[in-house]
């Protein structure tokens, strides 16, 4: 079955330290990789995607996202994490020739004055 | 570029009434989805349209739930008779077509008493 899987329920990390928040995926083909960012009481929004190119993909607000074929693997990160960035991360995939986007289960992430 | 719009923003109804969302994606954009959100949970796609033609409604309880997009352009989600599980966000978003990034609105809260 295919599956986008965020490991962690939760990351806490101190604002200005780097920051990592995990996913991982299992589909066919070649997948299409997307991150979104939900904040309190707001809809998802688009952080950034990769289809094809170049691995580390640069979004939204100063993220990244690193593609890893080997590991399949599509972690976001950003160098310096800020108190704004506290909100709810959805990883996302859609399967090759699939038309149907697979959510992982989101992961919360809190960042620490 | 206007969002996804979506109203009412919040709705309290008893259980067996009836309720209705209504989205408006974002112009020339194609594909609509409306999603269920259980709090604390992934978005769940209920239906896809891609212009006014349904793509997937796999998902869609069709006993009590239905949608259509008139024209191609703006939605509506229907739920007749609603349960006490049908308390949730339900989001609506939009794609320039499927397997590009979605946009979306700020969602409707559902609450069912």
């Known amino acids: 079955a295919q599956s986008v899987a965020q490991p962690e329920d939760q990351v806490n990390v101190a604002e200005g330290n780097p920051l990592t928040v995990k996913c991982t995926y299992s589909?066919?083909?070649?997948?299409?990789l997307f991150w979104y960012v939900q904040y309190p009481n707001r809809g998802l929004q688009f952080l950034l995607k990769y289809i094809t190119g170049d691995n580390l993909v640069k979004g939204s607000y100063g993220f990244e996202a690193e593609f890893n074929k080997s590991q399949t693997s599509f972690h976001l990160k950003k160098p310096s994490a800020l108190v704004s960035d506290s909100a709810l991360y959805f990883c996302a995939s859609y399967a090759g020739n699939n038309r149907k986007l697979i959510w992982g289960l989101g992961t919360s992430l809190a960042v620490n004055p | 570029e206007a969002g996804v719009a979506q109203s009412p923003r919040y709705k309290i109804i008893e259980k067996r009434q009836s309720v209705a969302f209504w989205c408006n994606p974002i112009?020339?954009?194609?594909?609509l989805y409306w999603y269920q959100q259980i709090l604390g949970q992934g978005p769940k796609l209920l239906i896809q349209f891609q212009n006014n033609g349904v793509v997937d409604d796999s998902q869609l309880p069709k006993d009590r739930f239905s949608a259509e997009r008139l024209k191609g352009v703006d939605s509506t989600l229907k739920i007749q008779p609603a349960k006490l599980e049908d308390s949730a966000v339900y989001l609506c978003?939009?794609?320039?077509?499927?397997?590009?990034?979605?946009?979306f609105g700020d969602g409707t809260r559902l609450s069912i008493l």
């Open positions: 978003a939009s794609s320039l077509g499927p397997q590009q990034p979605q946009h």
């Open positions: 112009s020339g954009h194609a594909t």
């Open positions: 589909v066919s083909g070649n997948p299409y």
